[in-house]
């Protein structure tokens, strides 16, 4: 690879990866897992490098990476979740007790979707790509990603309602 694109891709590098890291978490639920898979992701994406003008943005390409290679890691069956003590830490020493709980939460019930359904609400109402967007980067049809979206959406709606419900006092 020339000098140049070796800068470029070390700035764009530096400047996505903590961006690329939460996408990858919010794909697999696990922050080792989110690391493999991210650390692949960037090795493509330096081998494609060179080619990068065929891309429509650089984020795009790298997600579509991390969707695939999410997908392709749940289909194999040896692999088993492991569940750590420190799973959902977020390591930054300004974060708030609270956020981090809420997060805790949401990420606990993406975890209870289904793999197909967690794809599509990250990729719509997080990363806020279109349907037809989501759908490509899936490799399913439009009417697909908006019953999964719709599906999984209204499970989290049932999941976070049963969390926000007070526990009676006996």
């Given at each position: 690879m020339r000098s140049r694109d070796e800068a470029a891709y070390t700035?764009?590098?530096?400047?996505?990866?903590d961006h690329l890291r939460r996408v990858a978490y919010a794909l697999c639920g696990d922050w080792h897992r989110a690391e493999d898979l991210l650390q692949n992701a960037l090795v493509k994406l330096y081998?494609?490098?060179?080619r990068r003008?065929?891309?429509?943005?650089?984020?795009a390409y790298v997600r579509q990476i991390l969707v695939r290679a999410s997908i392709d890691e749940h289909?194999?069956?040896?692999?088993r979740h492991e569940v750590s003590g420190l799973e959902g830490v977020e390591h930054?020493?300004?974060?708030?007790?609270?956020?981090?709980e809420q997060r805790d939460v949401l990420f606990a019930?993406?975890?209870?979707?289904?793999?197909q359904q967690r794809h599509c609400v990250v990729l719509r109402y997080w990363l806020e790509l279109s349907v037809a967007e989501t759908?490509?980067?899936l490799g399913i049809s439009e009417g697909s990603v908006k019953t999964h979206a719709f599906r999984g959406r209204e499970r989290l709606r049932e999941?976070?309602?049963?969390?926000?419900?007070?526990e009676p006092v006996v």
């Amino acid at each position: 690879m020339r000098s140049r694109d070796e800068a470029a891709y070390t700035d764009y590098v530096a400047a996505r990866q903590d961006h690329l890291r939460r996408v990858a978490y919010a794909l697999c639920g696990d922050w080792h897992r989110a690391e493999d898979l991210l650390q692949n992701a960037l090795v493509k994406l330096y081998v494609a490098w060179p080619r990068r003008d065929r891309w429509a943005t650089p984020d795009a390409y790298v997600r579509q990476i991390l969707v695939r290679a999410s997908i392709d890691e749940h289909r194999r069956a040896w692999r088993r979740h492991e569940v750590s003590g420190l799973e959902g830490v977020e390591h930054t020493a300004a974060a708030r007790r609270h956020d981090s709980e809420q997060r805790d939460v949401l990420f606990a019930a993406l975890d209870q979707l289904t793999v197909q359904q967690r794809h599509c609400v990250v990729l719509r109402y997080w990363l806020e790509l279109s349907v037809a967007e989501t759908a490509a980067e899936l490799g399913i049809s439009e009417g697909s990603v908006k019953t999964h979206a719709f599906r999984g959406r209204e499970r989290l709606r049932e999941l976070l309602a049963e969390v926000d419900e007070p526990e009676p006092v006996v």
